[in-house]
C-alpha cells in the first residue's frame, strides 16, 4: 500500500511537467495581442510595442516558457496583466469561494444521487425508478442557465426563502480568515452570518449539483443492479436480512468503485466547470476569474488558473485512486 | 470496514439534516432585513449598488476601464469638476483659475482645509507631486497620455511644467494651447491622490486608494465587492449623506434585477432595455435614465475594396434602417446618429441632413460607383454588449438583411473581444460595428481620436484619412476661442459626412433601476458619478 501509494505520487510528476507545457502551448496558440488589451482602446502603436518588449512577449517561445517553469517553482505564480496584483495572493479567494461550492454541491450532488440511485436498483422498474431516472435525465440536460435563474425566480422573488445572488450579506459582511466563509463565520462564532452564508450557497450548489447528482444517481443505480444480481447477495437476501443490511453493508461496499470514479470526475470538471452558476449567482469564484481573464487576455492568470484547477483535478484522481485500495483490498497494484 | 460505512452513512445523514436546518431556518432573515450596521436608526444609510464587472485597479490613473471610475469617483477629486449631468466645468479641488491670454498659463487657487483620508494636508505640493508622478511613467503604468500627449521627455507633451506658487495656488505652463485642457483635468483618471499614501503603498496603491472624496475606501473582496464608508471630515459640510456605499458584482443582467427586486441591491446599472417594462410595473422600482453622451456606429474600412469607394460607403447609409434598429433593440431609448458625435456636445452640427433610408438611392450609387450587381463581404459583430449596443448579434442580423435587399451579401462573423478589436485596430475588417464613450465631453475626443489620420492604428479602426480633416481637427485642438472651434468642428462633421467612413447608427440612452426610496441619483454622462447628493427617502 505504501510502496503503492509512493509509486503513485512520484508518477504525477510527469503528468504535471505536461501540463505545464500543454497549458503554455494553448495560451499560445490564440491570436491576439495582449499588449492592447493592457493598454486599451485608446492605446497607440508606440505604446503597444513598448508593453510587448516589457512583457517578455517577444522572446522566443522557449525562453518564455522556462521563464515560466522556473518562477512557478518558486512559487510564483505570475503578476495578472490586468490588476497587477500577484496571483499567488489573488487567486486563493477565488479558489476558496469555488471550493466551497463545489463540495457543496457535491454533497448534495452524492447524498441524493447515491441514495435515489440504490432506491432505484432496489425497487428497479418500480414506478420509483422510473421517476428517478427520468428526473435524472431531465437533469443530466437541464441547462443551468436557465435553471439557475428560475431557482432565483421561485426561491427568491415568488416565495422569499433564499437571497439571489453572492456570497454573503453584504451589508453585514463576513471578515475572511480561510475564505472559507462557512468555516470562517464558526471560527468567529458569527452563526448569525453561518446562517446567511448557508442560505446563500443553497441555490447555486444546488444548481451546480444538478448534473453530477444525475450522473451518479444513473452510474449507482447501474452498478447495484450488476452487484444485486450476484450470488452473496441473493444468499444474504435468502438469509432474510433486510434492506437495509443487504444495501449498506454488502452490496454497496463492492458498487461504489465506479461510483467513486465519478464522483471524482465530476468534483474535478465542477472546479473548473462552475463558471456559469458563478455568473448567474454572482459568486466570486475561480471560474469567473478566468473568464474575465480570458476576456481581458491576461496570460499569466489564465494560465495559472487554468494550472491550478488542473492540478486540483490531478490530486482529486489520486485520492480517488488511493481509495479504491483502500474500500476493496482486492485490488491489488503491481507494476 | 462495516462499522465505517456504518459511520459514513450517519455523517452523511447529519450533514444532511444540518444543510436542511440551515435552509429552512432564517429564511425572512436577508430579505426583510434591508439595513444594518446604521446608525441612525431605521433611517437607510448604506447603498448597495450592482454593476456588472470588478473593478480593476483603485488608483484611477492606472486604467481606462469605466467600471474602475464608478468607485474612485467617490474617492478622489479633480482640481476641477464636471456638471451633475454634463460635461460644463466647475470648481473642484480649486476653488477658481486665471487663464493667461496666451492659453499657455493655467493658475488654479486651491481650496484651503481640504485633508486627504489618511489626514494630510491638501495643497499645491501635492498636485504637484501627482502631476510628476503621472508624467515620470510610461505607458504600461498610466494611460496618461493619451489626454496629454505623451510624458515629460515626449515632444507631444503639452504641458511643461506644473509648479507651486505658494501652499494653495499651482500653475500649469503648457508648451501649446490645449482647448480641452480643463476637460481633460476633470476626468476621473486625474483624481488628485495623497502623495503620502502613494509613497508608503507604492504599488499597492491600486488596492490602497486614499484620496480626498467624500468617501473613504475600506475593503475590495476582488470579483464580489468593494466598500466605502464616509469620509467624515469630507469638506462640504452636510456631504456626503450616505453613510455606507459598498460596489457589488453580479454579472447577470437579469441576476441583477432578480437581486434588485428582493432588495439585496438598491440600484443598478445596465439594465436591459427590454427589463425597462418589468421595472416600471413594479411600484417599488423606478428607473433612472443616464444621459448619453457615445455613438455606436457601423465603420467600413476605407482601404479594404469595395469601400474604398465614397460611393458605395454613402450608399451602405442610405441601405440601413435605423429607426427600425432603434425601435427593436433599445426599445425606444435611443436617437438615430447623424454625426458620429452626440447631440449632447458643444460644436455639434445640427444642420447636416442625415441619409435617408431609401434602398433605390442605395442601389443607383451602388451602380454609379460599378458594383451594380453587388458583392460579399464580412460583417463582423461585436460579441460583448456595451450601452450603445446592447444586442450585436442581432442588430448585425437586421443590417445583413438590408444589405441583401441591395444584392450586397453580408456574412456575420465574429471572435472573442480582445481579438475583435486587435483585428479591428489592424483593418482586417470589411464592415464591423464598434462604438464609443466619451470621455471627456469634447469634441475631439470623438473626432480626433475617432477618425483622424493619427489615429489609425489605434481608435481609427475604419483607416479613414483625410488631410482637410486632419487640418482641421489639430487646429481646432490649439484654438482657445470656443466659437471658433465650434465652427471647426461643425466643418469636420460635414467633411466626414460626405466622405462616409462610418454608417453612425445610434446615440443610446443607458439605463439604470433602483429602488423607489433611492433618491438624488444623478447620472453622468460619463458613465461613473459620486454618490455625494444621494440619499434614501
Not at chain 2, 450586397?408 to 470589411?430: C, H, M, N, P, R
Request: aromatic share 10%.
Amino acid at each position: 500500500m505504501l510502496a503503492y501509494t509512493a509509486r503513485r505520487i512520484l508518477s504525477l510528476f510527469p503528468v504535471l511537467i505536461g501540463m505545464t507545457l500543454v497549458v503554455f502551448a494553448i495560451i499560445h496558440a490564440i491570436p491576439g495581442n495582449p499588449a492592447q488589451m493592457i493598454l486599451g482602446q485608446r492605446a497607440t502603436k508606440e505604446a503597444i510595442a513598448e508593453v510587448t518588449r516589457q512583457l517578455g512577449l517577444d522572446k522566443p517561445w522557449y525562453i518564455q516558457y522556462f521563464d515560466y517553469v522556473n518562477s512557478l517553482l518558486h512559487g510564483d505564480l505570475g503578476t495578472s496583466l490586468r490588476t497587477r496584483g500577484p496571483i499567488n495572493e489573488e487567486i486563493w479567494p477565488f479558489l476558496a469561494a469555488t471550493m466551497e461550492l463545489t463540495i457543496a454541491a457535491m454533497l448534495i450532488a452524492v447524498i441524493i444521487g447515491v441514495n435515489a440511485g440504490i432506491i432505484s436498483a432496489w425497487f428497479s422498474k418500480s414506478w420509483f425508478d422510473y421517476t428517478a431516472m427520468v428526473l435524472a435525465l431531465i437533469g443530466v440536460s437541464m441547462p443551468i442557465f436557465w435553471l439557475g435563474l428560475m431557482e432565483q425566480w421561485a426561491f427568491s422573488i415568488e416565495l422569499g426563502w433564499l437571497p439571489t445572488t453572492g456570497r454573503e450579506d453584504v451589508r453585514n459582511p463576513v471578515s475572511a480568515i480561510t475564505n472559507l466563509y462557512l468555516i470562517d463565520t464558526l471560527l468567529q462564532g458569527r452563526f448569525d452570518q453561518f446562517g446567511t452564508v448557508l442560505q446563500h450557497i443553497v441555490m447555486p450548489s444546488l444548481a451546480l449539483a444538478t448534473i453530477p447528482m444525475a450522473i451518479i444517481a444513473r452510474m449507482t443505480r447501474a452498478a447495484m443492479l450488476e452487484v444485486m444480481k450476484s450470488d452473496y447477495i441473493r444468499t444474504a437476501r435468502a438469509k432474510g436480512l433486510g434492506m437495509f443490511w443487504v444495501v449498506y453493508k454488502h452490496s454497496l461496499k463492492n458498487a461504489v468503485i465506479p461510483v467513486l470514479t465519478v464522483i471524482g470526475l465530476q468534483a474535478g470538471l465542477l472546479l473548473g466547470g462552475a463558471i456559469l452558476t458563478e455568473t448567474i449567482f454572482g459568486w466570486p469564484g475561480i471560474g469567473r476569474y478566468l473568464y474575465d481573464a480570458i476576456a481581458y487576455r491576461d496570460y499569466p492568470v489564465i494560465q495559472s488558473g487554468i494550472l491550478v484547477i488542473a492540478a486540483i483535478f490531478v490530486l482529486i484522481n489520486l485520492i480517488v485512486d488511493l481509495l479504491y485500495v483502500f474500500i476493496d483490498p482486492r485490488i491489488k497494484y503491481t507494476n | 470496514m462495516k462499522k465505517k460505512s456504518f459511520k459514513m452513512l450517519l455523517i452523511a445523514l447529519l450533514a444532511i439534516s444540518m444543510f436542511l436546518a440551515g435552509c429552512s431556518g432564517k429564511s425572512s432573515e436577508t430579505s426583510g432585513e434591508k439595513d444594518s450596521g446604521s446608525d441612525s436608526g431605521s433611517k437607510k444609510d448604506t447603498l448597495v449598488y450592482g454593476r456588472g464587472g470588478d473593478s480593476t485597479s483603485l488608483d484611477p490613473i492606472t486604467t481606462t476601464e469605466g467600471e474602475a471610475f464608478k468607485v474612485t469617483e467617490n474617492i478622489f477629486e479633480t482640481l476641477v469638476s464636471y456638471g451633475d449631468q454634463d460635461t460644463t466645468i466647475h470648481p473642484g479641488l480649486a476653488e477658481k483659475w486665471d487663464v493667461s491670454e496666451d492659453g499657455l498659463t493655467y493658475t488654479f487657487h486651491l481650496r484651503q482645509g481640504v485633508k486627504f483620508h489618511d489626514g494630510t494636508d491638501f495643497n499645491a505640493a501635492a498636485v504637484v507631486f501627482n502631476f510628476e508622478r503621472w508624467m515620470n511613467g510610461d505607458e504600461e503604468k498610466f494611460p496618461y497620455y493619451t489626454m496629454f500627449g505623451g510624458y515629460k521627455n515626449d515632444e507631444g507633451h503639452v504641458i511643461s511644467e506644473v509648479k507651486a506658487v505658494d501652499e494653495y495656488t499651482v500653475q500649469f505652463v503648457l508648451k501649446r494651447p490645449q482647448a480641452p485642457f480643463l476637460k481633460n483635468l476633470a476626468m476621473s483618471p486625474f483624481g488628485i491622490a495623497s502623495p503620502a499614501a502613494v509613497e508608503k503603498y507604492g504599488d499597492d496603491f491600486r488596492s490602497n486608494p486614499v484620496g480626498t472624496g467624500p468617501f473613504k475606501f475600506v475593503e475590495w473582496k476582488q470579483n464580489d465587492t468593494i466598500t466605502l464608508e464616509k469620509n467624515a471630515d469630507y469638506w462640504q459640510e452636510g456631504l456626503p449623506k450616505l453613510n455606507k456605499v459598498i460596489f457589488r458584482v453580479i454579472p447577470e443582467n437579469t441576476a441583477r434585477l432578480n437581486a434588485l427586486v428582493n432588495g439585496e441591491i438598491d440600484i443598478m446599472d445596465g439594465l436591459n432595455n427590454s427589463d425597462e417594462d418589468t421595472v416600471l410595473a413594479n411600484d417599488q422600482l423606478q428607473v433612472i435614465e443616464r444621459p448619453s453622451m457615445n455613438v455606436g456606429y457601423i465603420g467600413m474600412t476605407t482601404t479594404r475594396k469595395p469601400f474604398d469607394n465614397k460611393l458605395v460607403r454613402q450608399a451602405m447609409n442610405y441601405a440601413i434602417d435605423k429607426k427600425a434598429i432603434i425601435d427593436a433593440f433599445y426599445g425606444g431609448k435611443a436617437e438615430p446618429a447623424v454625426n458620429p458625435m452626440p447631440p449632447s456636445i458643444e460644436g455639434y452640427n445640427d444642420a447636416i441632413k442625415d441619409y435617408p433610408y431609401d434602398l433605390e438611392k442605395a442601389k443607383e450609387l451602388l451602380k454609379e460607383a460599378g458594383y451594380e450587381k453587388g458583392f460579399e463581404i464580412d460583417l463582423w459583430a461585436m460579441p460583448v454588449a456595451r450601452p450603445y449596443m446592447p444586442e450585436a448579434q442581432k442588430v448585425a442580423e437586421v443590417i445583413q438583411d438590408s444589405l441583401s435587399k441591395i444584392g450586397v451579401k453580408a456574412k456575420i462573423q465574429s471572435v472573442e473581444w480582445a481579438t475583435y478589436l486587435d483585428k479591428a485596430a489592424k483593418g482586417e475588417f470589411d464592415m464591423f460595428m464598434l462604438g464609443w464613450t466619451g470621455d471627456n465631453g469634447d469634441p475631439d475626443n470623438f473626432l480626433y481620436t475617432l477618425l483622424d489620420k493619427d489615429s489609425i492604428g489605434s481608435n481609427n479602426y475604419s483607416y479613414y484619412s483625410n488631410d482637410e480633416l486632419h487640418d482641421i481637427l489639430i487646429e481646432a485642438q490649439t484654438e482657445t476661442e470656443q466659437a471658433k472651434r465650434n465652427e471647426l468642428y461643425k466643418k469636420a462633421q460635414e467633411i466626414i459626412k460626405e466622405d462616409a467612413p462610418w454608417v453612425p447608427l445610434v446615440h443610446s440612452t443607458p439605463l439604470l433601476a433602483a429602488s423607489k426610496d433611492v433618491a438624488n441619483y444623478l447620472p453622468h454622462p460619463t458613465g461613473s458619478e459620486a454618490v455625494t447628493n444621494v440619499e434614501f427617502k
